[in-house]
C-alpha cells in the first residue's frame, strides 16, 4: 500500500520510521512518502497562508497550494483523508476499510484549517474523508496522520509478526480487551486471578470473555448497545444478564 502524507511540519512524521511502522517500510509492504506542502509554493516566502474573507482571527491555507500539491498526488485509485474535528470520527471499522485501499493521501491542515473549497473539489474529482481523531482540538493534522498510518499499517499483511495479535486485540470484536497478567503470581500483594493458573484452557476464554463483557459496560457502554448480537451466544447473554448490579460497574461521567 501507498501513503502520501502532506504537512508543512515533515519532521513531525519521523517516528513512523521507529518500530513495526519503521519496519514495514524497510520491508517495502509500506510505501511511505511525506513531503514538505512549500515544495508546491511559487513565491520567495513560500507562503502557504492568507487571512480568511470575512475577518476572524488566524489565519486559513490557501487552495491554489494545496491544490497544485493534491494535484500532483491524487490519481484515480486514491483516497484523499482530511484530519478534521469536523470529520467522521476514526474507529476500528473505518482503519480497516483505509487497509484496503490502494492509496492514501493525508493532507495534514494547520492554522485554522485549509480553505473549505478544497475539500468540495477533491470530495467531487476523488474519494475524500475528513476524519477526526476524537472530540478535542491539536494544532493540525500531523498527530492524526500519525495515528491512521500506526493504525492502518499494523493491519497490512505481515507486519504484525502473530496474526492472532490482530484477531483477540481490543475492539476486533466490538469488546474491550480482557486484563493481562504476567509473572509474578504476586506482586504488592495482588494475586493474579486464579483461573488463568488452573490450566483449564474453556475456563480461560470463558473469564476472559466474562472480563471483557464486563469491562465494556462498565467503562464504554456505547460500544455494548452498537454490538451485533449475533455475535453473543447464550453464555455471552447470561454473562451481561448477570451484571445488573455487580460491583466494578462505574459510570465514567461519574
Ligand atoms: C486540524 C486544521 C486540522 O484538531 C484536529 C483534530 C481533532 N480531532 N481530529 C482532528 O485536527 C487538526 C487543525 C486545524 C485542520
Redesign the pocket.
Known sequence: MRIDVVTIFPGYTEPLGLSLVGKAVRDGRLDLRVHDLRDWTEDRHRTVDDTPVGGGAGMV?RPDVWGAALDDLVTADSHVL????A?R??DQSLVEALAAEPHLVIA???????DARVAEHYAQAARLTE??????????????ALAIVEAVARLLPGVVGNPQSLVEESHADGLLEYPVYTRPPVWRGREVPAVLLSGHHGQIARWRRDQALRRTAARRPDLLARLDPATLDEADRAALADLDGADGLVDPSG
Open positions: 491555507m482530511l484530519p478534521s474535528p470529520g470520527v476514526l495534514c491542515g494547520r492554522y485554522e484549517g485549509i476524519v477526526s481523531l476524537g472530540d478535542y482540538v491539536v494544532n493540525g493534522g500531523e498527530v492524526a
